[in-house]
């Protein structure tokens, strides 16, 4: 297992310095000047130049990546043109609201999503059942922002129960924090529970037929028990990769909902990056999220080994 | 005279939306088990055995079966009046089941001395030493070697004798009064078949268990019955001692069950001289090579140094128990995966390293049956479809492939008029019929049958072991017959090649390899198979004559 962790780290190394080429290719190749937006509207073509070689965009296309990559491996990810803040520090600040918010959304999704997938498998036909599977074709089809405006209009706006946008530190404290943090998450949870909980449903459906459920039940075992006991785990493999694949597509829901409730996350972040064509920060943002995709690619397949004594690397 | 541990009286099971055409699962089953007695319930598919043993234990599916009327004891306690927990109660601990597939049975994410232990659990207060005490054991009454190790272990790190061990120590750890086998050898290779039906019966004499065995094998009944109740349609057509049923049936049915198995004595044949339409020499076949990154090879070696040829219109046999390569043999002959080493030569030319392109011509040529036709054919086509899809692949055009399928349909003893029809609209003989003719269509020189009569019922295996020997004749074709049942062997093949862990050990005219087996392991696989003395007078279920020929 160890062996096999230690292979995956080193099989990443390709992966990033791909993506780093990519990253950077990409936002040279687009026709835009940084120099020109940062001078602004009144710069004269003197003052545009200067900027320019200062930000080192004067030098040819390799050596800049050169100097990039160097600088990325001591660790400097550059200074944001825009923001006038190193980059490490500016993700560093914003980093905390989208990790709440991607947590809270997984473990949100997942404590409902799967009873709701395992009591749906059991009463496979029932009302239940086709209420729950008619519920989740719902939670995939709705935008996450008409979700979000739903849940604005009646918690923020009717009910007032909740504030409508921004983001408290848990320094802060956790009811502020907890306050904030509610409609964010059930907003873009939606369509990962009815994603996980089709997938929980699909796959325990063709476990409940297994010979070995039939034994446990033989062993005069109680329902509840051969369902999670025996069930859920021989069914579990995949729904954690269906769990997988959605954090990682959880970043693109993220800058939505981030936008919706004005949280300054990592997701607006990007949208900020993007608009000012801020490169270092995009770039480093774009590292960022694809470390993170690889991180849960290994957690995802040692969870296998975990759930499966089948699996070996 | 002591009282039946289990007694059940007129059962008669619904079928729920029976839309088919019977309306009852089982009718009016009568029949009862005393202490230390084997009973076994024998029957075809369809005969309501299994639906028997689950309405004892209430694991009738919901919604699809339930039970209509009649009565069922145990150790005279009415079962069918109890409430659903209080039949778990007696589930696992007062009437246990063991089951036919050792490897699906076992939750195959939960270490075995855990799924024994849950027994404990369940039924009694025993903390967890107490319960690990009692898992080793009774492991160890199952005899099964290392049970401190065994009790860790994943199930598929043991092997199938192994792991129905495994399921009996789970079935037998509280003592229940009443044991319920439903094909617990079935699955199992036939040396392991043997040592498994030892243990029942030492388990069961030791414990005066009452065993309720349900099978379809006649050798295995005459091994371990004290009693045998054979079943047709859902109802008992007739019960005795065993010696009353095996060797004076009185009713009609009974006797064509028994008259189908195949005898263990081979007919006389005559060799045959021939050419040579397969040989194959030295062939090799390896899984498994040095990875990337993978510092130590595992390499496994599937077949090694197979040599030997049919010969037109002969048929020979490689028998062998699983993992002994007798179907990675059939699968590199017919190049469904490629050979690691040695020839095949097919009337004279070598297509062990041929491309796929110059192979093309030569894949007609060798065509094969598989073992579950149910599985076999493609379930959202015709047979039509599935029967001309080779020939026109071929280039013949389609009218005359159509017009070929319905002769085939004919020849195989169906209606060319069934053509239309999907597979799920056929029994399993017949659709054996479909894969037979579906081969045919394509003229090959060479047809390999994978287990092609292993999961048919014994009648209709007769049937289906008939057919195939009248195409061989008809066409002269040389046929290669994989199987694990000696039974079958003795009747089918000219010749018969025996294999273990990939090597043929043996090989020579079935008459021959029979009577005087040469080597070790021939021998062990010989003296293993169930009920030696029964159903061996000469011609019974022969091929030749023992059912009416379909139209050929």
Known sequence: MFAFILRRLLATIPVLITVALFAFLLLRLTPSDPAAIIAGDTATAEQVAGIRAKLGLDEPIYTQFFIWTGKLLHGDFGESFYFKKTVAELIADRVEPTLALALCTIVLAILVAVPLGVIAARLHGSWIDRLMMGFSVLGFSVPVFVIGYCLLYVFARELRWLPSNGYNRLADGFGPWAQHIILPTLTLSVVYIALIARMTRASMLEVLSEDYVRTARAKGQIERRVLFRHALRNAAVPIVTVIGLGIALLIGGVVVTESVYSIPGLGRLTVEAVLARDFPVIQAVILLFSVVYVMINLAVDVIYSVLDPRIRY | ?552
């Open chain 2, 1 to 552: 005279m002591a009282s039946p541990v289990l007694e059940i009286r007129d059962l008669t099971v619904a079928i729920a939306d029976s839309g088919g055409d019977r309306t009852n699962a089982i009718e009016q089953v009568s029949l009862q088990v005393m202490p230390g007695e084997i009973v076994c319930v024998v029957g075809e598919s369809g005969s309501g055995k299994s639906v028997t043993s689950q309405a004892v234990m209430a694991l009738l599916p919901k919604g699809q079966l339930m039970i209509a009327s009649g009565s069922i004891k145990l150790e005279g306690d009415e079962l069918t009046t109890k409430s659903p927990s209080e039949m778990r109660a007696v589930r696992g601990k007062r009437v246990a089941m063991v089951f036919q597939e050792p490897m699906t049975a076992l939750n195959p994410v939960e270490r075995c001395g855990d799924q024994i232990a849950e027994v404990l659990e369940i039924h009694t207060d025993l903390d967890a030493k107490g319960r690990r005490a009692r898992v080793l054991e009774v492991m160890r009454s199952v005899h099964l070697p290392d049970p401190e190790q065994m009790a860790d272990a994943y199930p598929h790190q043991l092997s199938g004798g192994q792991r129905q061990r495994v399921m009996i120590a789970m079935a037998l750890v509280l003592d229940p009064a009443v044991l319920i086998a439903d094909e617990p050898t079935t699955a199992l290779d036939v040396t392991t078949q043997a040592q498994i039906l030892k243990l029942i019966r030492e388990m069961q004499q030791r414990r005066n268990t009452g065993v309720l065995f349900i099978t379809h094998d006649f050798g295995v009944v005459s091994e371990i019955a004290d009693r045998v109740v054979v079943m047709q349609k859902g109802r008992i057509v007739e019960q005795g001692s065993k010696a009353a049923i095996l060797s004076a049936p009185r009713e009609a049915y009974t006797k064509m069950l028994i008259g189908a198995v195949p005898s263990l004595v081979p007919p006389v044949r005559t060799a045959i001289t021939a050419p040579v339409t397969l040989e194959t020499v030295a062939l090799n076949k390896t899984y498994g090579k040095r990875g990337f990154l993978q510092p130590a090879a595992r390499v496994v070696k599937a077949v090694t140094d197979v040599s030997f040829e049919i010969r037109r219109g002969e048929t020979l046999g490689i028998v062998g128990e699983s993992g002994s390569g007798k179907s990675t043999v059939a699968r590199c002959i017919a190049r469904l995966v490629d050979p690691t080493s040695g020839r095949i030569d097919i009337d004279g030319v070598d297509i062990a390293r041929m491309s796929e392109r110059s192979l093309r011509p030569y894949r007609r040529r060798v065509q094969i049956v598989f073992q579950d036709p149910y599985r076999s054919l493609n379930p959202r086509r015709t047979v039509g479809q599935s029967i001309i899809e080779g020939p026109v692949n071929f280039g013949l055009p389609h009218a005359d492939a159509i017009a070929r399928a319905r002769d085939l349909m004919g020849l195989v003893g169906l209606s060319p008029d069934a053509l239309d029809r999907f597979p799920h609209q056929f029994s399993g003989g017949q659709r054996q019929r479909i894969a037979i003719a579906r081969a045919l269509a394509m003229e090959p020189t060479l047809l390999i049958g994978d287990e092609p009569v292993s999961a048919l019922d014994v009648s209709v295996q007769a049937q289906v072991l008939q057919l195939l020997d009248a195409v061989r004749k008809k066409f002269d074709l040389a046929v290669l017959f994989i199987t694990h049942d000696l039974r079958v062997a003795a009747q089918i093949c000219d010749r018969i090649a025996v294999m273990q862990r990939g090597v043929v050990v043996e090989t020579g005219p079935t008459a021959a390899v029979f009577s005087q087996p040469q080597h070790e392991y021939t021998r062990a696989l010989f003296s293993a198979a169930p009920g030696q003395g029964f159903g061996n007078r000469i011609g019974a279920g022969q091929v030749a004559d023992a059912l009416p020929v379909a139209a050929v």
